[in-house]
């Protein structure tokens, strides 16, 4: 069946700096994709989403990249604060529901 | 953030018994969904509903059910739990189709079957 990969369980990053978190997907028919964040004991929260007609959008703070061609989705975050400490989800939507990756960890070094 | 609530928030019950959860949303959405979370796995979707009395199965399903007799509620229930259902269950709501609007989600319903 489907699935959204992500590239690192886990990703480290200094306060202040930029964040780079990666994903891939296999099913070329998505049209849809959405990255979410996930603080301990919570609900995933919406963050940002693209559909496959556009390259790039910007969010505050947050950008996320497709890259069609090669099956890739790229969520940066600007300037990383200490909140940005969660796990992060990507999902795209092949079928017409959302498929969810199994999240990458940013954890935020003061 | 989107209002939704999920109860109970915590549940420990022994294998067998009926289990039931409850989503409660504020926001009028049409569509509503339960997924459970697991280590390795990610978010898995169980069962959606896209209008009262429509609902359809997801991925993970079998030994799950659902009603929603109104558009405030989506009901969960495990007829007769097993350990295999110890998950965290969340659910979550969007205004239209899932591959055109973001889903919003509850804080999640933390089950464990003994």
């Known amino acids: 069946g489907e699935s959204v990969g992500l590239h690192l369980p886990t990703l480290s990053v200094q306060e202040g700096d930029n964040s780079i978190i990666n994903c891939a997907y296999s099913n070329s028919a998505s049209d849809y994709f959405i990255w979410y964040k996930q603080e301990s004991g919570k609900g995933p929260q919406f963050i940002i989403d693209i559909r496959s007609n556009m390259d790039k959008r910007q969010g505050q703070r947050v950008t996320v990249l497709l890259n069609k061609t090669v099956k890739h989705l790229s969520l940066q975050i600007a300037a990383t604060q200490p909140g940005d400490s969660a796990v992060y989800f990507c999902?795209?939507?092949?079928?017409?529901?959302?498929?969810f990756g199994q999240g990458t960890t940013l954890q935020v070094k003061p | 953030d989107a209002g939704i609530t999920q109860s109970p928030r915590h549940k420990v019950t022994e294998t067998g018994t009926p289990v039931t959860l409850r989503c409660h949303q504020t926001e009028n959405h049409r569509y509503m969904y339960w997924y459970r979370q697991d280590p390795g796995h990610g978010l898995r979707l169980i069962h959606y509903s896209y209008g009262v009395k429509d609902t359809d199965k997801g991925e993970v399903s079998d030994g799950y059910s659902v009603s929603r007799s109104k558009t405030e509620d989506f009901l969960l229930t495990l007829e007769s739990a097993t350990s295999s259902q110890t998950s965290v269950y969340f659910c979550?709501?969007?205004?239209?189709?899932?591959?055109?609007?973001?889903?919003?989600f509850g804080d999640g319903t933390r089950l464990s079957i003994l």
């Open positions: 999902a795209d939507s092949p079928t017409g529901k959302l498929i």
């Open positions: 979550a709501i969007s205004e239209s189709l899932p591959d055109t609007q973001p889903q919003h």
